[in-house]
Nanobody, 120 residues
Framework: QVQLVESGGGLVQPGGSLRLSCAAS????????MNWYRQAPGKERELVAH????????NYADSMKGRFTISRDNTKNTVYLQMNSLKPEDTAVYYC?????????????WGQGTQVTVSS
């Protein structure tokens, strides 16, 4: 059974930091691209960060560059999102997403999300 379980969300003051984790099971984690998305109330889900299966390439949405860092540990089947200098506009539900990097079908899986609230 495929599972992506996010953790690490919560309430933080502006300027603070959080580290999200996403633990994967039920598929070959090391062959999947991993993404973090977020969705704020009333807004569409947006891509936050992306990391390739080996961790060799990462990409970020412009508003997150320099503040967020995505990483992965293929020995622990876990992807992380370190978020620094948080702003109120970062408030959203953050989702972990896995996409098979090579071959077809391009399986994709989603976690249930973790709430991040940035407020004083």
């Amino acid at each position: 059974q495929v599972q992506l379980v996010e953790s690490g969300g919560g309430l933080v003051q502006p300027g603070g930091s959080l580290r999200l984790s996403c633990a994967a099971s039920g598929f070959t984690f090391s062959t999947y691209v991993m993404n973090w998305y977020r969705q704020a109330p009333g807004k569409e889900r947006e891509l936050v960060a992306h990391i390739t299966s080996t961790g060799g390439v990462t990409n970020y949405a412009d508003s997150m560059k320099g503040r967020f860092t995505i990483s992965r540990d293929n020995t622990k089947n876990t992807v992380y999102l370190q978020m620094n200098s948080l702003k109120p506009e970062d408030t959203a539900v953050y989702y972990c997403n896995a996409v098979r990097e090579y071959g077809l079908p391009r399986y994709t899986y989603w976690g249930q999300g973790t709430q991040v609230t940035v407020s004083s």
